[in-house]
């Protein structure tokens, strides 16, 4: 064999080691990159809920929920205590905000002025739930009337503090927080607050609860028209607001897991 020959066949053998060991890092690399790209969050959310109360339990059921919930869908949460962090810097890393029974009173100012720009420029979506619309005077506080404006113009009356299984009837079909919700679901143990009047004028309804459907039967009751789950349309965020939130079985209901799901995918989004 020729001196040429010897160079090409040890050129040829070096590219192919070159080769191989290209196609080797290639596919070492990818699936890590793809893997980061997956751990990356879709979206961030913050969920503000008191440390103890009565509420306590449901409150742990729900951290334990939502935390399978983003390993599922790919989102990151966190947790706040009080307002004291609530500023636009703050929100702002944010497109989802929780209100996980938490109540509208005793809200520091730059808060309450952040989270109405939130809320009124559409920055992110809103979930809240049963002590949000705890709505007039408590603990030496004034209501907030923006908040009772955005919650349909209501007040707090009063609610059924021994509990009542309810039949909740769906009415938006079509709205995405009600996909895949059967049209009539039940309810357990709740204690169902009334209002001085309906929401509905000035929200969208997507549920109310059949208060005839009351077991035991009380006589706390809001005359017939009694939403429980609606929408603001009126704000540029999307929002939703869920009344039942006080039992942490709840998370053991298929149907109001789905609403919390829906909810989560669609006030997330702008």
């Given amino acids: 064999m020729s001196v040429l020959n010897h160079v090409q066949t040890a050129r040829l053998k070096v590219w192919r080691r070159v080769t191989a060991l290209i196609f080797c890092t290639i596919a070492l690399w990818m699936p890590f990159t793809a893997q980061s790209q997956e751990s990356k969050p879709k979206f961030r959310v913050i969920a503000i809920a008191e440390a103890g109360g009565i509420h306590k339990p449901f409150v742990d059921a729900a951290k334990i929920w939502l935390a ?3 390993a599922a869908d790919n989102f ?5 205590q009080n307002t004291d962090k609530i500023n636009d810097e703050f929100l702002s ?7 996980l029974n938490y109540p509208p009173y005793a809200w520091k100012p730059a808060a309450v002025e952040a989270f ?4 009124e420029e559409g920055r992110g979506g809103w979930i809240g739930f049963h002590h949000a619309t705890l709505l007039g005077e408590f603990d030496g506080y004034p209501m907030w009337q923006w908040f009772s404006d955005f919650m349909g113009g209501i007040r707090y009356t009063q609610y ?7 039949t909740v009837h ?3 079909t079509d709205h995405p927080v009600m996909k895949g919700v059967p049209k009539s679901f039940v309810v357990k143990d709740e204690e169902w607050y009334t209002y001085n009047k309906s929401p509905r004028p000035n929200v969208h309804v997507l549920a109310t609860v059949d208060e005839n459907s009351y ?15 609606w929408s603001n349309e009126h704000m540029k965020a999307r929002n939703v607001y869920i009344f039942m939130g006080h039992h942490p079985d709840l998370f053991e209901n298929a149907a109001y897991t789905t609403i919390f ?10």
């Fill in 68 to 70: 399978k919930e983003a």
């Fill in 76 to 80: 990151a949460i966190d947790y706040i």
């Fill in 93 to 99: 890393h944010y497109q989802l905000f929780i209100q």
């Fill in 116 to 119: 109405k720009r939130y809320i």
């Fill in 160 to 166: 059924i503090a021994t509990f009542a299984t309810a």
């Fill in 170 to 172: 769906v009415e938006a």
């Fill in 215 to 229: 077991t035991p039967n009380t006589n706390i009751k809001m005359g017939g028209d009694h939403p429980v789950i």
């Fill in 261 to 270: 799901h829906n909810a989560i995918l669609w006030a997330s989004q702008k």
